[in-house]
């Protein structure tokens, strides 16, 4: 078996036969990154989990590869809802991909977990043609960064603009961003470790859409990131749809697909 690492053009790279090694790769970064800058990566039960009380992004919280028996995979999502619950969670969320057993979507019916969202997972294969409009970020650039994640994703608040500064000071975090007068148009932001990269945000300001920009900023995240030594670099984006052409058009490909489970821990919480 050829390492997803040693050969990123391996054109058997996307194999399906491989997507759990490479799905394995790709999760264990994406755990290290929600963990920023105080949360923790364990196991509960059959899963690997991060947990991180100051992380207000989606993949802050959130457990993957649960693989094990029907009767271990039940016992692991029941304590999945008190560790979410423990950290002050509403909900407990796990992204099953070819790392968590096949038999899952009836367990988590069975456990009371509903599937709420298809996603692929997505591999860079092409060459990057650096944008002149694409600059790294600054720390002058926070706020406006927080602003257009925000609307993004529907955030607010203190605690946000808190924990996007401890992102910009951790060396394995990657933002870059593009100008719009004295205001920015749009960043991406990416995180690095153990030589894989994931590009995790990409968002242009609404006026600004339609120009280029979003596949300009994902090049420019992309180059940070293999400069700061990734071999592979994934990123995620829901199934079908535009997001998932304009992933294709920025150079990725298909890896696997992931789907979300979630389950509501709200009479759980201290």
């Known amino acids: ?10 054109p058997e ?10 799905a394995g790769l790709v999760e264990a970064v994406r755990l290290a ?3 920023v800058r105080y949360g923790k990566v364990g196991r509960v039960g059959v899963a690997r989990v991060v947990v991180n009380r100051d992380n207000p992004l989606p ?19 029941m304590r999945l809802e008190q560790t979410f619950a423990d950290v002050g969670r509403a909900e407990a969320v ?27 997972a997505v591999v860079h294969r092409g060459e990057v043609k650096p944008s002149p409009l694409v600059r790294p970020a600054r720390d002058t650039d926070l706020e406006g960064i927080a602003e ?9 608040g203190t605690r946000l603009l808190r924990h996007l500064g401890q992102r910009l000071d951790d060396p394995r975090c990657v933002f870059v961003v593009v100008d719009d007068g004295d205001r920015l148009g749009g960043f991406a932001s990416g995180f690095g470790e153990r030589r894989v990269g994931l590009v995790e945000h990409v968002v242009v300001r609404p006026a600004r859409r339609r120009r280029g920009l979003g596949g300009a900023l994902v090049g420019g995240v992309v180059t940070a990131l293999r400069q700061a030594g990734a071999l592979l670099v994934a ?9 998932e052409r304009f992933v294709e058009a920025c150079g990725f490909d298909v890896g696997y697909p992931v789907t979300a489970y979630a389950r509501r821990v709200d009479e759980l919480l201290d």
């Not at 257009?148 to 607010?156: E, K, P, R, Y």
């Open 148 to 156: 257009l994640l925000a609307d993004d994703l529907g955030l607010g």
């Open 59 to 77: 993949g802050g919280n959130h457990a993957c590869a649960v693989y094990g028996s029907s009767a271990e995979v039940a016992g692991t999502l």
């Open 1 to 10: 078996m050829v390492d997803p690492l040693r050969d990123p053009d391996d």
């Open 33 to 35: 990154s929600g963990a």
């Open 235 to 243: 990123s995620h984006v829901a199934e079908g749809g535009g997001g």
């Open 13 to 22: 790279l996307l194999d399906p036969y491989r997507a759990r090694d490479l």
């Open 94 to 120: 796990l992204y099953a991909s070819p790392t968590t057993v096949a038999e899952i979507e009836g367990i988590a019916d069975d456990t009371g977990w509903h599937a709420v969202e298809e996603s692929l």
